[in-house]
Protein backbone atom coordinates (compact mmCIF):
# COMPACT_ATOMS: atom_id res chain seq x y z
CA UNK A 1 0.00 0.00 0.00
CA UNK A 2 2.65 2.45 0.51
CA UNK A 3 4.42 1.63 -2.51
CA UNK A 4 1.69 2.33 -4.27
CA UNK A 5 1.11 5.59 -2.63
CA UNK A 6 4.77 6.79 -3.38
CA UNK A 7 4.05 5.76 -7.08
CA UNK A 8 0.88 7.58 -7.18
CA UNK A 9 2.73 10.76 -6.14
CA UNK A 10 5.52 10.45 -7.97
CA UNK A 11 2.75 9.88 -11.16
CA UNK A 12 1.11 13.52 -10.22
CA UNK A 13 4.44 15.35 -9.65
CA UNK A 14 5.28 14.63 -13.11
CA UNK A 15 1.88 15.19 -14.09
CA UNK A 16 2.69 18.52 -12.44
CA UNK A 17 5.62 18.68 -14.19
CA UNK A 18 3.75 18.04 -17.40
CA UNK A 19 1.48 21.23 -17.03
CA UNK A 20 4.08 23.01 -16.31
CA UNK A 21 6.38 22.46 -19.66
CA UNK A 22 2.90 23.23 -21.46
CA UNK A 23 2.56 26.48 -19.55
CA UNK A 24 6.18 26.82 -20.56
CA UNK A 25 5.60 26.43 -24.25
CA UNK A 26 2.70 29.04 -24.15
CA UNK A 27 4.46 31.28 -22.25
CA UNK A 28 7.10 31.72 -25.70
CA UNK A 29 4.27 33.14 -26.76
CA UNK A 30 4.47 34.63 -30.91
CA UNK A 31 7.83 33.58 -30.80
CA UNK A 32 7.17 30.12 -29.86
CA UNK A 33 4.67 30.19 -32.80
CA UNK A 34 7.35 31.59 -35.40
CA UNK A 35 9.96 28.65 -34.32
CA UNK A 36 6.88 26.14 -35.13
CA UNK A 37 6.25 27.87 -38.99
CA UNK A 38 10.08 27.99 -39.65
CA UNK A 39 10.79 24.43 -37.99
CA UNK A 40 7.70 23.39 -40.03
CA UNK A 41 8.93 25.16 -43.67
CA UNK A 42 12.49 23.45 -42.85
CA UNK A 43 10.79 19.90 -42.52
CA UNK A 44 8.63 20.31 -45.45
CA UNK A 45 12.20 21.53 -47.71
CA UNK A 46 14.42 18.85 -46.08
CA UNK A 47 11.71 16.19 -46.64
CA UNK A 48 10.65 17.29 -50.63
CA UNK A 49 14.15 17.70 -51.40
CA UNK A 50 15.64 14.33 -52.31
CA UNK A 51 12.71 13.66 -54.37
CA UNK A 52 13.11 16.90 -55.97
CA UNK A 53 16.97 15.66 -56.97
CA UNK A 54 16.03 12.34 -58.00
CA UNK A 55 13.66 13.63 -60.95
CA UNK A 56 16.85 15.83 -61.73
CA UNK A 57 19.14 12.89 -61.86
CA UNK A 58 16.07 11.27 -63.41
CA UNK A 59 16.08 13.98 -66.67
CA UNK A 60 19.93 14.22 -66.66
CA UNK A 61 19.57 10.45 -67.59
CA UNK A 62 17.12 11.09 -69.92
CA UNK A 63 18.32 13.85 -71.56
CA UNK A 64 15.46 16.36 -70.51
CA UNK A 65 15.71 19.53 -69.16
CA UNK A 66 17.05 19.59 -65.79
CA UNK A 67 16.62 23.63 -65.23
CA UNK A 68 13.32 23.56 -63.22
CA UNK A 69 14.42 20.67 -61.21
CA UNK A 70 18.07 22.46 -60.60
CA UNK A 71 16.12 25.37 -59.93
CA UNK A 72 13.50 23.93 -57.83
CA UNK A 73 16.54 22.34 -55.34
CA UNK A 74 18.42 25.26 -55.27
CA UNK A 75 15.15 27.19 -53.40
CA UNK A 76 14.75 24.55 -51.45
CA UNK A 77 18.26 24.72 -50.19
CA UNK A 78 17.92 28.27 -49.65
CA UNK A 79 14.67 28.20 -47.62
CA UNK A 80 16.64 25.34 -45.22
CA UNK A 81 19.32 27.53 -44.74
CA UNK A 82 16.66 30.73 -44.04
CA UNK A 83 14.78 28.98 -41.91
CA UNK A 84 17.82 27.58 -39.92
CA UNK A 85 18.91 31.10 -39.18
CA UNK A 86 15.21 32.31 -37.98
CA UNK A 87 15.08 29.04 -36.13
CA UNK A 88 17.93 29.45 -34.18
CA UNK A 89 17.01 33.87 -33.20
CA UNK A 90 13.29 32.72 -32.63
CA UNK A 91 14.33 29.87 -30.26
CA UNK A 92 16.47 31.92 -28.14
CA UNK A 93 13.81 34.93 -27.96
CA UNK A 94 11.46 32.36 -27.15
CA UNK A 95 13.79 30.55 -24.14
CA UNK A 96 13.94 34.07 -22.67
CA UNK A 97 10.69 34.87 -22.54
CA UNK A 98 9.40 31.46 -21.06
CA UNK A 99 12.00 31.66 -18.74
CA UNK A 100 11.59 35.66 -17.63
CA UNK A 101 8.22 34.68 -16.77
CA UNK A 102 8.37 31.39 -15.07
CA UNK A 103 10.49 33.39 -12.82
CA UNK A 104 8.25 35.92 -12.32
CA UNK A 105 5.30 33.46 -11.56
CA UNK A 106 7.89 31.40 -9.09
CA UNK A 107 9.02 34.37 -7.35
CA UNK A 108 5.15 35.95 -7.31
CA UNK A 109 3.90 32.64 -5.57
CA UNK A 110 6.57 32.34 -3.19
CA UNK A 111 6.00 36.14 -1.95
CA UNK A 112 2.74 35.24 -1.97
CA UNK A 113 2.90 32.34 0.34
CA UNK A 114 3.20 34.03 3.38
CA UNK A 115 6.61 33.89 6.22
CA UNK A 116 5.36 30.38 7.35
CA UNK A 117 5.02 29.03 4.32
CA UNK A 118 8.57 30.18 3.04
CA UNK A 119 10.29 29.58 5.80
CA UNK A 120 9.67 25.72 5.07
CA UNK A 121 11.37 26.26 1.93
CA UNK A 122 16.00 26.39 2.14
CA UNK A 123 16.95 29.50 0.33
CA UNK A 124 19.80 27.88 -1.40
CA UNK A 125 17.59 25.45 -2.78
CA UNK A 126 14.97 27.85 -3.87
CA UNK A 127 17.54 29.73 -5.75
CA UNK A 128 18.25 26.77 -7.52
CA UNK A 129 14.89 26.18 -8.61
CA UNK A 130 14.43 30.08 -9.91
CA UNK A 131 17.36 31.12 -11.36
CA UNK A 132 18.73 27.38 -13.02
CA UNK A 133 15.87 25.09 -13.26
CA UNK A 134 13.50 27.90 -14.40
CA UNK A 135 16.08 28.29 -17.37
CA UNK A 136 16.08 24.25 -18.36
CA UNK A 137 12.27 24.69 -17.95
CA UNK A 138 11.89 27.40 -20.23
CA UNK A 139 13.76 25.42 -22.73
CA UNK A 140 10.29 23.04 -23.51
CA UNK A 141 9.33 24.81 -26.19
CA UNK A 142 11.98 24.45 -28.72
CA UNK A 143 12.81 21.45 -27.25
CA UNK A 144 9.41 19.88 -27.59
CA UNK A 145 9.20 21.97 -31.56
CA UNK A 146 12.85 20.52 -32.48
CA UNK A 147 11.83 16.76 -31.49
CA UNK A 148 9.01 16.84 -33.17
CA UNK A 149 11.11 18.57 -36.38
CA UNK A 150 13.17 15.81 -35.73
CA UNK A 151 10.64 13.02 -36.18
CA UNK A 152 8.53 14.48 -38.93
CA UNK A 153 11.26 14.18 -41.69
CA UNK A 154 11.85 11.02 -40.12
CA UNK A 155 8.21 9.72 -40.90
CA UNK A 156 8.22 11.71 -44.02
CA UNK A 157 11.31 9.92 -45.33
CA UNK A 158 9.40 6.35 -44.73
CA UNK A 159 6.32 7.51 -46.01
CA UNK A 160 8.61 8.43 -49.25
CA UNK A 161 9.89 5.01 -49.47
CA UNK A 162 6.47 3.33 -49.29
CA UNK A 163 5.72 5.79 -52.62
CA UNK A 164 8.67 5.07 -53.93
CA UNK A 165 8.70 1.26 -52.97
CA UNK A 166 6.75 -0.82 -50.83
CA UNK A 167 9.37 -3.47 -49.83
CA UNK A 168 11.59 -0.09 -49.15
CA UNK A 169 9.21 0.85 -46.85
CA UNK A 170 8.18 -3.01 -45.16
CA UNK A 171 12.17 -3.62 -44.86
CA UNK A 172 12.84 0.07 -42.78
CA UNK A 173 9.87 -0.67 -40.50
CA UNK A 174 11.25 -3.72 -39.49
CA UNK A 175 14.02 -2.17 -37.16
CA UNK A 176 11.33 0.61 -36.10
CA UNK A 177 9.80 -1.20 -33.11
CA UNK A 178 13.33 -1.99 -31.87
CA UNK A 179 14.19 1.38 -31.88
CA UNK A 180 11.83 3.08 -30.66
CA UNK A 181 11.76 0.39 -27.77
CA UNK A 182 15.31 1.58 -26.67
CA UNK A 183 13.97 5.47 -27.23
CA UNK A 184 11.55 4.59 -24.73
CA UNK A 185 13.82 2.78 -22.17
CA UNK A 186 16.19 5.38 -22.38
CA UNK A 187 13.41 8.65 -21.50
CA UNK A 188 12.60 6.34 -18.20
CA UNK A 189 16.36 6.26 -17.34
CA UNK A 190 17.40 9.38 -18.38
CA UNK A 191 14.38 11.02 -16.22
CA UNK A 192 15.32 9.27 -13.37
CA UNK A 193 18.77 10.26 -13.26
CA UNK A 194 17.67 14.01 -13.75
CA UNK A 195 15.37 14.26 -11.02
CA UNK A 196 18.04 13.08 -8.44
CA UNK A 197 20.56 14.97 -10.15
CA UNK A 198 18.38 18.44 -9.82
CA UNK A 199 17.05 17.16 -6.36
CA UNK A 200 21.04 17.11 -5.12
CA UNK A 201 22.04 19.98 -6.80
CA UNK A 202 19.73 22.09 -5.15
CA UNK A 203 20.87 20.24 -1.73
CA UNK A 204 24.26 21.43 -2.50
CA UNK A 205 23.38 25.03 -3.01
CA UNK A 206 20.95 24.95 0.14
CA UNK A 207 24.24 24.20 2.30
CA UNK A 208 26.42 26.56 0.38
CA UNK A 209 24.03 29.38 0.86
CA UNK A 210 23.98 28.39 4.32
CA UNK A 211 27.61 28.16 4.89
CA UNK A 212 28.13 31.74 3.44
CA UNK A 213 25.37 33.16 5.91
CA UNK A 214 27.49 31.90 9.11
CA UNK A 215 31.45 32.61 7.06
CA UNK A 216 32.11 34.19 10.34
CA UNK A 217 31.02 32.00 12.45
CA UNK A 218 32.95 29.65 10.89
CA UNK A 219 36.42 31.55 10.44
CA UNK A 220 35.85 31.61 14.25
CA UNK A 221 35.25 28.60 14.78
CA UNK A 222 38.07 27.36 12.77
CA UNK A 223 35.73 24.79 11.19
CA UNK A 224 36.49 25.74 7.44
CA UNK A 225 37.73 22.23 6.54
CA UNK A 226 34.78 20.21 8.35
CA UNK A 227 32.11 22.99 6.72
CA UNK A 228 33.83 22.19 3.11
CA UNK A 229 33.73 18.49 3.47
CA UNK A 230 29.82 19.29 4.58
CA UNK A 231 28.86 21.61 2.01
CA UNK A 232 30.24 19.37 -1.20
CA UNK A 233 29.12 16.00 0.66
CA UNK A 234 26.30 15.74 -2.00
CA UNK A 235 28.66 16.04 -4.90
CA UNK A 236 29.86 12.41 -4.71
CA UNK A 237 25.74 11.58 -5.59
CA UNK A 238 25.70 14.65 -8.04
CA UNK A 239 28.68 12.67 -10.06
CA UNK A 240 26.97 9.48 -9.83
CA UNK A 241 23.47 10.49 -11.02
CA UNK A 242 25.20 12.35 -13.73
CA UNK A 243 27.62 9.71 -15.35
CA UNK A 244 23.52 8.04 -14.83
CA UNK A 245 22.54 10.11 -17.33
CA UNK A 246 25.32 10.49 -19.66
CA UNK A 247 25.65 6.29 -19.51
CA UNK A 248 21.82 6.66 -20.39
CA UNK A 249 22.42 8.75 -23.65
CA UNK A 250 25.92 6.89 -24.33
CA UNK A 251 24.07 3.64 -24.75
CA UNK A 252 21.36 4.65 -26.70
CA UNK A 253 24.00 6.30 -29.11
CA UNK A 254 25.75 3.40 -29.17
CA UNK A 255 22.39 0.99 -29.45
CA UNK A 256 21.50 3.37 -32.48
CA UNK A 257 25.31 3.29 -34.15
CA UNK A 258 24.36 -0.67 -34.50
CA UNK A 259 21.16 -0.80 -35.28
CA UNK A 260 20.52 2.18 -37.99
CA UNK A 261 23.21 1.18 -40.26
CA UNK A 262 21.75 -2.30 -40.26
CA UNK A 263 18.97 -0.71 -41.64
CA UNK A 264 20.13 1.29 -44.40
CA UNK A 265 22.11 -1.55 -45.53
CA UNK A 266 18.98 -3.78 -45.49
CA UNK A 267 16.94 -1.25 -47.27
CA UNK A 268 19.55 0.31 -49.91
CA UNK A 269 20.55 -3.74 -50.88
CA UNK A 270 16.31 -4.22 -51.47
CA UNK A 271 16.44 -0.43 -53.52
CA UNK A 272 19.47 -1.84 -55.52
CA UNK A 273 17.60 -5.59 -56.20
CA UNK A 274 14.66 -3.31 -57.34
CA UNK A 275 16.64 -1.40 -59.49
CA UNK A 276 17.35 -4.04 -61.14
CA UNK A 277 14.82 -4.95 -61.98
CA UNK A 278 13.31 -2.20 -63.03
CA UNK A 279 10.77 -1.36 -60.79
CA UNK A 280 12.31 2.00 -59.47
CA UNK A 281 14.47 4.56 -61.44
CA UNK A 282 18.59 5.65 -60.69
CA UNK A 283 16.69 8.71 -59.35
CA UNK A 284 14.29 6.87 -57.42
CA UNK A 285 17.35 4.79 -56.19
CA UNK A 286 19.19 7.97 -55.21
CA UNK A 287 16.15 9.52 -53.47
CA UNK A 288 15.64 6.55 -51.42
CA UNK A 289 19.06 6.68 -50.13
CA UNK A 290 18.52 10.03 -48.73
CA UNK A 291 15.11 8.53 -47.41
CA UNK A 292 16.83 6.31 -45.59
CA UNK A 293 19.14 9.10 -43.79
CA UNK A 294 16.17 10.59 -43.16
CA UNK A 295 14.61 7.62 -41.78
CA UNK A 296 16.76 7.26 -39.69
CA UNK A 297 16.81 10.30 -38.45
CA UNK A 298 14.22 9.52 -35.73
CA UNK A 299 17.59 8.64 -33.86
CA UNK A 300 18.39 12.27 -33.97
CA UNK A 301 15.23 12.97 -31.91
CA UNK A 302 17.23 11.18 -28.67
CA UNK A 303 19.25 14.41 -28.26
CA UNK A 304 16.20 16.73 -27.98
CA UNK A 305 14.28 14.06 -25.83
CA UNK A 306 17.51 13.97 -23.78
CA UNK A 307 16.85 17.76 -23.19
CA UNK A 308 13.70 17.26 -22.97
CA UNK A 309 14.31 14.60 -19.59
CA UNK A 310 16.11 17.42 -18.00
CA UNK A 311 13.08 20.08 -18.70
CA UNK A 312 10.67 17.50 -17.58
CA UNK A 313 13.07 16.92 -14.11
CA UNK A 314 13.55 20.95 -13.23
CA UNK A 315 10.03 21.46 -14.31
CA UNK A 316 8.84 19.17 -11.60
CA UNK A 317 11.01 21.08 -9.01
CA UNK A 318 9.25 24.22 -9.97
CA UNK A 319 5.86 22.88 -9.98
CA UNK A 320 6.30 21.63 -6.27
CA UNK A 321 6.71 25.08 -5.11
CA UNK A 322 3.31 26.66 -7.20
CA UNK A 323 1.75 23.71 -5.38
CA UNK A 324 2.37 24.79 -2.11
CA UNK A 325 -0.41 26.34 -1.07
CA UNK A 326 -0.14 30.40 -0.68
CA UNK A 327 -1.72 32.68 2.07
CA UNK A 328 -5.64 33.51 1.56
CA UNK A 329 -5.41 36.58 0.76
CA UNK A 330 -8.62 38.78 0.74
CA UNK A 331 -9.83 41.92 -1.11
CA UNK A 332 -11.28 44.24 2.26
CA UNK A 333 -9.96 48.06 2.14
CA UNK A 334 -9.54 49.62 5.01
CA UNK A 335 -11.43 52.14 6.79
CA UNK A 336 -10.49 55.27 8.67
CA UNK A 337 -9.01 54.14 11.62
CA UNK A 338 -6.27 55.25 14.46
CA UNK A 339 -4.79 51.16 14.03
CA UNK A 340 -6.44 49.45 16.56
CA UNK A 341 -5.34 46.42 17.08
CA UNK A 342 -7.73 43.66 18.07
CA UNK A 343 -6.72 40.02 19.07
CA UNK A 344 -9.75 37.85 19.61
CA UNK A 345 -9.44 34.34 21.17
CA UNK A 346 -5.73 33.73 18.96
CA UNK A 347 -4.55 30.70 19.95
CA UNK A 348 -1.03 29.61 18.53
CA UNK A 349 1.01 26.17 18.35
CA UNK A 350 4.55 26.29 16.94
CA UNK A 351 7.22 24.04 17.82
CA UNK A 352 5.12 21.25 19.73
CA UNK A 353 4.37 23.63 22.21
CA UNK A 354 1.33 26.11 22.66
CA UNK A 355 2.46 29.69 22.51
CA UNK A 356 -0.78 31.48 22.78
CA UNK A 357 -4.24 29.88 24.29
CA UNK A 358 -7.14 32.31 23.40
CA UNK A 359 -5.33 35.39 23.92
CA UNK A 360 -7.42 38.34 23.88
CA UNK A 361 -5.70 41.56 24.07
CA UNK A 362 -6.91 45.03 22.43
CA UNK A 363 -3.72 47.67 21.37
CA UNK A 364 -5.42 51.06 21.45
CA UNK A 365 -5.06 53.32 18.04
CA UNK A 366 -1.88 55.71 18.44
CA UNK A 367 -0.36 53.95 21.99
CA UNK A 368 2.79 53.13 22.11
CA UNK A 369 3.04 49.84 23.57
CA UNK A 370 6.10 47.38 24.75
CA UNK A 371 5.85 43.77 24.67
CA UNK A 372 7.90 42.44 27.38
CA UNK A 373 8.59 38.87 28.54
CA UNK A 374 11.34 36.38 29.13
CA UNK A 375 12.83 33.99 25.70
CA UNK A 376 10.66 32.41 24.31
CA UNK A 377 7.43 33.87 25.44
CA UNK A 378 5.83 34.88 22.31
CA UNK A 379 6.97 38.20 21.84
CA UNK A 380 7.85 37.91 18.38
CA UNK A 381 5.15 35.64 17.80
CA UNK A 382 2.69 38.35 18.98
CA UNK A 383 4.96 41.15 16.76
CA UNK A 384 4.41 38.96 13.91
CA UNK A 385 0.59 37.80 14.02
CA UNK A 386 -0.20 41.89 14.45
CA UNK A 387 0.75 42.51 10.65
CA UNK A 388 0.12 38.88 9.36
CA UNK A 389 3.88 37.73 9.27
CA UNK A 390 1.89 34.75 10.95
CA UNK A 391 -1.49 33.34 11.14
CA UNK A 392 -3.21 32.26 14.30
CA UNK A 393 -4.48 28.26 14.36
CA UNK A 394 -7.32 29.93 16.12
CA UNK A 395 -9.02 32.87 16.23
CA UNK A 396 -8.68 36.25 14.38
CA UNK A 397 -6.48 39.31 14.79
CA UNK A 398 -8.32 42.88 13.83
CA UNK A 399 -7.15 46.15 12.27
CA UNK A 400 -9.91 48.86 13.09
CA UNK A 401 -12.44 46.34 12.79
CA UNK A 402 -11.82 44.76 9.50
CA UNK A 403 -9.95 40.97 10.15
CA UNK A 404 -6.29 40.95 8.37
CA UNK A 405 -7.02 37.71 6.70
CA UNK A 406 -9.89 39.50 4.45
CA UNK A 407 -7.29 42.80 3.70
CA UNK A 408 -6.04 43.26 0.37
CA UNK A 409 -2.49 42.24 1.01
CA UNK A 410 -1.30 45.78 -0.44
CA UNK A 411 -3.58 47.56 1.89
CA UNK A 412 -2.20 45.52 4.87
CA UNK A 413 1.17 46.40 4.17
CA UNK A 414 0.73 49.63 3.15
CA UNK A 415 -0.92 50.13 6.72
CA UNK A 416 1.34 48.03 8.72
CA UNK A 417 5.37 48.13 8.47
CA UNK A 418 8.21 46.23 10.04
CA UNK A 419 11.81 46.93 11.69
CA UNK A 420 13.86 44.00 12.59
CA UNK A 421 16.83 42.76 14.74
CA UNK A 422 18.77 41.92 11.70
CA UNK A 423 17.34 43.49 8.90
CA UNK A 424 17.50 42.59 4.91
CA UNK A 425 18.11 45.57 2.72
CA UNK A 426 16.33 45.57 -0.75
CA UNK A 427 17.47 47.23 -3.88
CA UNK A 428 19.84 48.80 -5.96
CA UNK A 429 21.36 51.83 -3.68
CA UNK A 430 20.86 52.82 -0.21
CA UNK A 431 17.37 55.42 -1.44
CA UNK A 432 15.82 52.14 -2.73
CA UNK A 433 16.64 49.95 0.60
CA UNK A 434 14.90 53.16 2.74
CA UNK A 435 11.84 53.38 -0.49
CA UNK A 436 11.02 49.93 -0.92
CA UNK A 437 7.15 49.41 -0.60
CA UNK A 438 6.81 52.86 -0.88
CA UNK A 439 7.30 53.47 -4.45
CA UNK A 440 5.33 56.79 -4.00
CA UNK A 441 7.98 58.10 -1.60
CA UNK A 442 10.13 61.24 -2.94
CA UNK A 443 13.37 61.61 -2.15
CA UNK A 444 12.59 64.66 0.33
CA UNK A 445 10.55 61.76 2.10
CA UNK A 446 13.35 59.29 2.30
CA UNK A 447 15.76 61.84 3.38
CA UNK A 448 13.29 62.56 5.99
CA UNK A 449 12.98 58.96 7.44
CA UNK A 450 16.50 58.40 7.53
CA UNK A 451 17.16 61.53 9.91
CA UNK A 452 14.23 60.31 11.98
CA UNK A 453 16.10 56.73 12.31
CA UNK A 454 19.41 58.73 12.70
CA UNK A 455 20.65 57.17 9.60
CA UNK A 456 21.03 60.64 7.54
CA UNK A 457 24.57 61.83 8.84
CA UNK A 458 26.37 58.48 8.01
CA UNK A 459 24.50 57.73 4.77
CA UNK A 460 25.71 61.21 3.61
CA UNK A 461 28.90 60.33 4.54
CA UNK A 462 29.09 57.56 1.64
CA UNK A 463 30.96 57.92 -1.85
CA UNK A 464 27.47 58.90 -3.86
CA UNK A 465 25.16 59.40 -0.48
CA UNK A 466 21.55 57.87 -1.19
CA UNK A 467 22.54 56.78 -5.02
CA UNK A 468 25.58 54.79 -3.24
CA UNK A 469 24.80 50.98 -4.67
CA UNK A 470 24.50 48.75 -1.81
CA UNK A 471 26.93 46.60 -2.74
CA UNK A 472 29.71 49.51 -2.11
CA UNK A 473 27.63 50.68 1.32
CA UNK A 474 29.57 48.51 3.95
CA UNK A 475 27.15 49.21 6.67
CA UNK A 476 28.07 47.58 10.56
CA UNK A 477 25.22 46.32 12.42
CA UNK A 478 23.70 49.32 14.06
CA UNK A 479 23.72 51.24 10.84
CA UNK A 480 21.96 48.79 8.84
CA UNK A 481 19.40 48.39 11.35
CA UNK A 482 18.72 52.14 11.41
CA UNK A 483 18.59 52.03 7.73
CA UNK A 484 15.52 49.19 8.08
CA UNK A 485 14.45 51.60 10.72
CA UNK A 486 14.39 54.36 7.89
CA UNK A 487 12.41 51.97 5.78
CA UNK A 488 9.93 51.25 8.40
CA UNK A 489 9.25 54.59 9.28
CA UNK A 490 8.39 55.88 5.82
CA UNK A 491 6.59 52.73 5.08
CA UNK A 492 4.05 52.09 8.15
CA UNK A 493 0.78 54.54 7.86
CA UNK A 494 -1.02 52.96 10.92
CA UNK A 495 0.99 50.60 12.62
CA UNK A 496 4.70 50.41 13.29
CA UNK A 497 6.02 47.50 14.48
CA UNK A 498 9.68 47.14 15.79
CA UNK A 499 10.93 44.04 17.06
CA UNK A 500 13.87 44.20 19.32
CA UNK A 501 15.46 46.92 17.22
CA UNK A 502 17.33 48.29 20.09
CA UNK A 503 19.85 45.23 20.11
CA UNK A 504 22.16 46.92 17.62
CA UNK A 505 22.27 50.38 18.57
CA UNK A 506 24.12 52.03 21.28
CA UNK A 507 22.00 53.52 23.99
CA UNK A 508 22.27 57.51 22.50
CA UNK A 509 20.80 56.36 19.39
CA UNK A 510 18.26 54.16 21.06
CA UNK A 511 17.49 57.11 23.38
CA UNK A 512 17.05 59.57 20.00
CA UNK A 513 15.07 57.20 18.24
CA UNK A 514 12.58 56.37 20.95
CA UNK A 515 11.71 60.28 21.09
CA UNK A 516 11.07 59.90 17.36
CA UNK A 517 8.76 57.08 18.51
CA UNK A 518 7.27 59.37 21.30
CA UNK A 519 7.39 62.64 19.08
CA UNK A 520 7.01 62.57 15.12
CA UNK A 521 5.53 59.01 14.75
CA UNK A 522 2.67 59.39 17.58
CA UNK A 523 0.12 59.72 15.14
CA UNK A 524 0.28 56.17 14.57
CA UNK A 525 0.26 52.84 16.50
CA UNK A 526 3.89 51.76 17.80
CA UNK A 527 4.50 48.39 18.93
CA UNK A 528 7.87 47.73 20.27
CA UNK A 529 9.63 44.10 21.14
CA UNK A 530 11.38 45.33 24.45
CA UNK A 531 14.42 43.82 26.21
CA UNK A 532 15.56 47.11 28.02
CA UNK A 533 13.52 48.71 30.43
CA UNK A 534 14.28 51.89 29.56
CA UNK A 535 12.27 51.27 26.76
CA UNK A 536 9.11 49.68 28.50
CA UNK A 537 9.22 52.96 30.67
CA UNK A 538 8.83 55.32 27.90
CA UNK A 539 5.25 53.40 26.72
CA UNK A 540 2.30 54.37 27.64
CA UNK A 541 1.54 50.49 28.37
CA UNK A 542 3.47 47.14 28.54
CA UNK A 543 2.30 43.81 27.46
CA UNK A 544 3.62 41.03 29.91
CA UNK A 545 3.88 38.34 28.46
CA UNK A 546 4.57 34.91 31.00
CA UNK A 547 2.48 31.66 29.72
CA UNK A 548 0.17 34.13 27.49
CA UNK A 549 -1.23 37.49 28.70
CA UNK A 550 0.11 38.30 32.28
CA UNK A 551 -0.83 41.85 32.46
CA UNK A 552 -1.41 44.91 30.31
CA UNK A 553 -0.63 48.12 32.61
CA UNK A 554 2.17 50.72 32.45
CA UNK A 555 5.89 50.30 33.71
CA UNK A 556 5.80 51.77 36.49
CA UNK A 557 2.70 49.53 38.26
CA UNK A 558 4.48 46.52 37.09
CA UNK A 559 8.12 46.94 37.74
CA UNK A 560 7.36 46.19 41.55
CA UNK A 561 6.77 42.87 40.73
CA UNK A 562 9.88 41.23 41.00
CA UNK A 563 9.16 38.53 37.69
CA UNK A 564 8.50 41.26 35.58
CA UNK A 565 12.22 43.06 36.87
CA UNK A 566 13.24 39.67 36.14
CA UNK A 567 12.05 39.85 32.46
CA UNK A 568 15.15 42.52 31.88
CA UNK A 569 17.15 40.55 34.05
CA UNK A 570 16.84 43.09 36.59
CA UNK A 571 15.88 42.66 40.64
CA UNK A 572 16.24 45.88 41.90
CA UNK A 573 16.65 46.41 45.57
CA UNK A 574 14.63 49.68 45.86
CA UNK A 575 12.66 48.57 42.87
CA UNK A 576 13.10 52.04 40.70
CA UNK A 577 12.44 51.68 36.97
CA UNK A 578 15.50 51.95 34.90
CA UNK A 579 14.86 54.73 32.48
Given at each position: MIAHTGLDQRDADRRAADRLLVRALRNGGVWTGALAVTSLVS????????????????????????????????????????????????AG???????????????????????????RLVPGDLASRLVGNAAETGRAGPDVIWAVAGIVPALGGIVALALIDPWLCLTFLVGVPVLVLLMRAFVRDASDAAERYLKVQGELAGRLVDALAGARTIAAARTADAETRRVLAPLRDMH???????????????????????????????????????RITPGEMLAAAQYVVLGAGLGQAVQSLARLTRSRAAAGRLAAVLNEAPAPAGAERLPPGPGRLEFRAVAVRAGGRQVFDRLDLVVPGGALVAVVGRSGSGKSMLAALAGRLADPDEGEVRLDGVPLVLLDPGELRRAVAYGF???????????????????????????????????????????????????????????????????????????????????????????????????????????????????????????????????????????????????????????????
Open positions: VVAETALPAVLGKAVDAVLRGDDTATWAASAGLLIGIAMITDAVDDFAVSIARSTARLRHAVLRHVTAMGAPAVRRHGVGMWRALGRINVQEALLLPLLEVAVLAVAGLELIRGERPVLFGDTVADAIGSGAPEATADDVAASARAARADAFVRRLPRGYRTPLTAAPMSGGQAQRVGLARAFLQGRRVLILDDVAASLDTLTEHQITRVLTGPLADRTRIVVAHRASIAARADTVVWLDDGLRAMAPHHLLWNDPDYRAAFGADRADGSPDR
